[in-house]
């Protein structure tokens, strides 16, 4: 089975602040599959659109079962795919992702079973980014009262996790910015504040997650840290600079709480350099960026070498989404899975045929051939660029 043509598509959900970009992956046997290059959100999704296009002759005529050989080749002839660059890694995960759901459907079996088959039958689910509310679409959650009410909409959904940012916005709703140095009083207050009325909302039997997106460094993450133990916070993601594990060495021994993080780490010998120095308990790999469904797999395999636990990161399209499913459904360390505000907006559910949503906090991968997913015919319309790649 060769692959004869790529289709590249920006989707459009008007707004720039939201555009996944998804390829197709097309063979001579009329079988496709999609995958995701999971830069859609901020900044960088036309770049990974345009290196997709460019890319893609490099797999034409390839052997689309042959992934091993795509993904190497890709990796090894682009010359700046072994510096882990996020623009490039994204269009090898979009790819290797696709092929994937290709060898599924030629097989007529799911991904996951691909992939080793069922280690957990249903999966703990957690309610992302609720400093952005938990409604159809994101807001702001910026006083005690608005957060607790997120996390109180988000339990009576049946989740009994939840992850916040407790320093995107201040108390008058604008952004904090980044915290370099000692925490200022007002900032410690404001942090204390918010965490303490979660948890008394919350009670003792809801894991509460923090989210720092690298806004800190090593001393005001300690420092913060030291804020967060007495409320038993079940780890905290991104506390530093995401690519320099001294940095983050430094807050593993500032703290008790388990760190997190890998969604801006990308490929097996960037995630090892943190494994071997156990500076994340929690790997956070993003299918979308860190190399495809094949280098996600080496990633969450080498982890479990290292006794640590995987979470993978979840903020893309449908296609994003169900990929995670198939993986986290078959490596045995497994922790829990993030279910993205953003999976509630219907800008983003339109995006896919099917809308895998948690069901009392616990979800289950598809059971369709492939990743059992697909872009929508309203997707591909409504695309704000599409080009097809045929060599």
Not at 216 to 227: F, G, H, K, P
Not at 312 to 337: D, Q, R, T, W
Request: proline share 5%; net charge negative.
């Amino acid at each position: 089975m060769k692959i004869t043509s790529v289709d590249v598509f920006l989707l459009n959900c008007g707004t720039d602040s939201w555009r996944p970009i998804v390829c197709r992956v097309n063979t001579d046997e009329g079988i496709s599959g999609y995958g995701e290059a999971s830069v859609g959100f901020d900044t960088g999704a036309p770049a990974a659109y345009a290196m997709i296009a460019d890319v893609a002759p490099l797999v034409i005529g390839m052997d689309a079962m042959a992934h091993e050989a795509v993904w190497d080749k890709l990796y090894r002839t682009t010359f700046w795919a072994q510096a882990g660059g996020t623009i490039l890694f994204s269009a090898i995960s979009a790819i290797d992702t696709a092929l994937w759901d290709i060898k599924g459907k030629a097989l007529g079996i799911p991904l996951y079973k691909l992939l080793g088959g069922k280690t957990n039958e249903s999966l703990r689910c957690y309610a992302s980014q609720l400093q952005f509310g938990w409604g159809s679409n994101m807001g702001k959650a910026v006083t005690d009262e608005e957060l607790v009410e997120a996390c109180q909409k988000a339990v009576s959904e049946g989740f009994d996790a939840v992850k916040i940012n407790f320093i995107t916005f201040n108390d008058e709703g604008g952004r904090v910015g980044f915290l370099r140095g000692p925490l200022t009083p007002n900032v410690r207050r404001m942090i204390e504040r918010r965490v303490s009325a979660v948890r008394k909302s919350l009670g003792p039997d809801v894991d509460i997650i923090v989210e720092n997106h690298a806004r800190t460094d090593a001393v005001s993450a300690v420092e913060m840290c030291e804020l967060l133990e007495p409320y038993h916070i079940m780890f905290i993601e991104e506390a530093a600079t995401p690519l320099y594990p001294p940095t983050m060495k430094v807050i593993r021994q500032g703290t008790k709480i388990p760190l997190a993080g890998g969604e801006r780490i990308f490929s097996r010998w960037n995630f090892l350099n943190f494994f071997k120095e156990d500076t994340i308990q929690i790997a956070q790999p993003d299918i979308g960026t860190c190399g495809g469904v094949s280098e996600a797999k080496k990633i969450c395999d080498m982890a479990h070498a290292f006794d640590t636990g995987v979470q993978i990161h979840v903020c893309g399209s449908p296609i994003s989404i169900a990929a995670s499913l198939h993986l986290e459904a078959s490596i045995p360390n497994f922790v829990i899975h993030e279910h993205h505000v953003i999976n509630r907006a219907k800008m983003n559910i339109d995006l896919g045929v099917y809308d895998y949503a948690p069901v009392n906090g616990k979800i289950a991968p598809p059971d369709l051939p492939g990743l059992g997913q697909a872009l929508s015919e309203k997707a591909i319309r409504e695309a704000s660029a599409h080009c097809v790649v045929t060599g």
